[in-house]
């Protein structure tokens, strides 16, 4: 890495150095007297300590970025291992159903991106003559870094279902509206869309009660396509709830909509109950 400021200060000393004696054979030849020689000479050797000191600069500078990008990667690959560990202790603390998970990786990735800008400091402050660097475009790509890691440590899952009974109608997405798991923070209970935050292979399963004497055709779709039906008929059994339900496994990109849909049917009612609750799963079975 430090090669070309001392290959450039090479080259630099050879081209003075053809410089010096063209110009000494035109003084030479001109008959000028020794005091004009001198002068120009010492012009030529005040310019070449100039650019003496800016390679020296620039092979300091380059010297101290190299110290501070390996510095960061050090930090962030320790503290990308300390975050995976408290994931896995949370984990089994079962702390990833509580609202406060995503606040603590939050916290926890800031966290990362102080630590690095304090250690940038310290380790500018010995520099003399240098600016300290500070670049904090770098923060946004940090946090993006940690939280992917994160998700993949941790795989992404969730798990959502409808608390009470609701009218849907043909053509409408199911909203199931009540989050028991959501690694990822993929579902919005607002439209009843999951958007997959990492590519991968998942399992989807749902699962849809029609209320007595009617009877639905659900369908799951997966970023614009259908992928499986299922059908809940309890219109032969007045008194009986015939439940559905569907699993589907599927290669789906970060970004993906998957949700489920009422396709037809005859009524409306999505049935949930004291002992019947439809539900809206899934989980990341591999990268």
């Known amino acids: 890495m430090y090669l070309a400021p001392k290959c450039a ?3 630099s000393l050879v081209v003075m150095l053809r410089l010096f004696l063209f110009i ?3 003084l030479f030849a001109n008959g000028s007297s020794f005091e004009e020689r001198l002068k120009i000479l010492e012009i030529i050797v005040d310019k070449q300590q100039v650019e003496m000191d800016l390679l020296k600069q620039a092979n300091i500078e380059l010297k101290q970025e190299n110290l501070e990008l390996n510095h960061d990667n050090t930090e962030l690959k320790s503290r990308v ?5 408290d994931v896995s202790r949370l984990k089994g603390e079962g702390m990833h159903n509580n609202p406060s998970y995503e606040s603590y990786i939050n916290a926890a990735m800031h966290e990362t991106v102080d630590s690095i800008n304090k250690s940038r400091k310290l380790e500018t402050s010995d520099w003399h003559g240098t600016p ?5 475009q770098n923060s946004d790509v940090i946090a993006s870094l940690s939280k992917r890691e994160l ?4 795989r992404v899952a969730f798990h959502i279902y409808l608390s009470s009974s609701k009218c849907f109608n043909d053509h409408q997405v199911i909203e199931y509206d009540t989050e028991v798991l959501d690694i990822g923070n993929g579902y919005n209970e607002h439209d009843g869309i999951y958007i997959v935050p990492e590519s991968g292979i998942y399992v989807f399963t ?5 209320d007595t004497a009617e009877y639905a055709v659900t369908e799951i779709v997966v970023n614009g396509a259908t992928q499986g039906w299922t059908i809940s008929d309890g219109s032969s059994q007045r008194l009986l709830y015939n439940p559905s339900s569907g699993l589907v496994l599927a290669r789906v990109n970060a970004g993906d909509h998957v949700f489920i849909r ?4 005859r009524g409306c009612t999505a049935y949930s109950g004291k002992n019947i609750q ?3 799963s899934g989980w990341q079975l591999s990268p």
């Open 278 to 280: 439809p539900t809206f």
């Open 132 to 136: 300290n660097v500070q670049n904090d």
């Open 81 to 85: 291992k300390e975050l995976e560990v």
């Open 9 to 11: 200060y090479s080259i």
């Open 151 to 154: 998700l993949q440590s941790g």
């Open 206 to 210: 749902w699962s849809f009660v029609a």
């Open 262 to 265: 009422r396709v037809e049917g």
């Open 24 to 26: 000494s054979g035109i």
